[in-house]
């Protein structure tokens, strides 16, 4: 559920029901996949596949803000890398701004894309250096950055403003570029690939009943199902924040975002028929603060919402990377990737597909150095201890403390014949039991009563209460027994 889905992509939900040969085939269709699929449009022999529909990963639940001024992330990059390439980073999502808007005239894309204010707010006292410090350093690339008072009722001890930035509905853009490409490829919905074998000339990507040949592969599915050769698990964490939208009267037409964490952010959307806030809050490492109850609350009280205006409530993963930069561009061999947005993928899903593109068709992009996903700096070892910790602290964490606090009485687990398993009740009564273990590396689970489903805290799979996996990692089911009624 999302604001975005009250509108879904119209398909032709074509499944893969053959053998197939391509030249170059596309693992997902979020804003990253389909983009890609777009800029080869005039490619021969390409296709799309999805595990599940399209536009129904990560960016179903983004707020979709199109945006350059994020947070603090230029200093960050400084801290990280260096100077020029938080300049570089900064160029480049300029240019996947002006990428967007001309695909989104070109193919005259109606997806509610408008032009807004966008605020970067400090939240706490001790943020306001930062801020200033980030907005010097805009001021010196020649971005007209000026200070504002945040239009809003969060608390706000500084804020500035950019005059230049967009707001949209991915999913009605992934339509549009549906409707582009529709004629020249196949894009197959529910067909999840398990496994990429690399032969001498082509890889062999295997789904549950076929296989497809493909000379090039693009992996545009948020987050690889492999370890090695990138070794993502070592090089990130994920990050969860929760999303309420809530009806108001007015459209105020800006979005914000504070500078650091805890990030509290906002924009609004205005449909036929209401206008909305899109409030979230309460982000952090999915190591740490697992209570989904406590975390809506918080923000409904950051925003002052009041429950009778409240029509939706859920969450969103992205992967945040160690050195603040996204992985895109050739893995090893004919392999690409495209993954680690740092919650900024409408731009950087843009910019993936541009680069990546530009690679396949043997042209030059200025912007593809800094991304190389196989870049290595030793600078950025200091983090890896906060990396290790989250990872064993997901690992371990859910093994030992099953905490109570976190779940109805609808949720308990228990150990049968050596395996630890996990139960849902539903509102009938029904028992859904399922393993307690991601496949993907062995992490166990945690119930999320909102949206009810088992997620994985370590790299961010989802199950439904019966266990099939709806997001990856993970390629496979946690499926134990179907219910049974007590
Ligand atoms: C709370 C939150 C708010 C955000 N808001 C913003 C924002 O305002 N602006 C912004 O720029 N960014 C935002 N982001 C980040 C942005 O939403 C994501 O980075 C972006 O949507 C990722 O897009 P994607 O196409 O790479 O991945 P996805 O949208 O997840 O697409 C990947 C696709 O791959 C498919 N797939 C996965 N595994 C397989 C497989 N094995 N076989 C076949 N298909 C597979 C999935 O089904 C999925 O459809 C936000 C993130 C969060 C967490």
Sequence with gaps: ?????????????????????????????????????????????????????????????????????????????????????????????????????????????????????????????????????????????????????????????????????????????????????IDNMHIYENTKILKIEKLLTYYKCYTAKNVIKAKKVILACHYPYFIKPLFLPFKSYIEKSYIIVSKVDKDLNYTCISSNCPTYSCRFYKDDNFI??????????????????????????????????????????????????PYIGKLKGNIYIACGFNTWGMTNGILSAKIISDMILNKKNKYSDIFDPNRFKLSNLKKIPYIFFSQIKSFIGPKINKNKKWYSDDIYFYYKNGKSLAVYKDKKGSEHTVYNKCPHLGCSLIFNEKEKTWDCPCHSSRFNIDGKCIKGPSNYDISFSKHSNK
């Design 1 to 181: 559920m999302s604001i975005w889905n009250k509108k879904e992509v119209k398909t032709k939900k074509e499944i893969l029901k053959k053998n197939i040969e391509v030249d170059v085939l596309i693992v997902g269709a979020g804003i990253t996949g389909m983009t890609t699929a777009y800029y080869l449009k005039n490619l021969k022999n390409i296709c799309v596949v999805d595990s599940g529909k399209i536009g129904h990963g990560i960016t179903l639940n983004s707020t979709a803000k199109i945006n350059y001024f994020q947070e603090t992330i230029y200093n960050k990059i400084i801290s990280s890398n260096n100077k020029n390439t938080a300049i570089k980073y900064l160029k480049s999502q300029l240019y996947a701004i002006k990428n967007i808007k001309k695909i989104i005239k070109d193919e005259k894309i109606e997806c509610d894309f408008i032009k807004v204010p966008s605020y970067v707010f400090a939240n706490k006292k001790s943020e306001v250096l930062n801020l200033k410090k980030e907005i010097d350093f805009l001021k010196e690339q020649g971005i007209k950055v000026f200070e504002k008072e945040l239009p809003s009722n969060i608390e706000s001890f500084k804020s500035y403003c950019v005059n230049d930035t967009y707001i949209f509905n991915p999913i009605k853009y992934l339509q549009g570029i549906y409707n582009s490409v």
């Design 276 to 325: 909305y806030q899109i409030s979230l809050a309460m982000s952090h490492n999915t190591a740490f603060k697992q209570d989904d109850k406590y975390n809506f609350e918080c923000v409904k009280k950051i925003f002052n919402l009041n429950e009778k205006d409240i029509v939706m409530r859920y969450s969103n993963v992205d992967i945040m990377t160690i050195d603040n930069m």
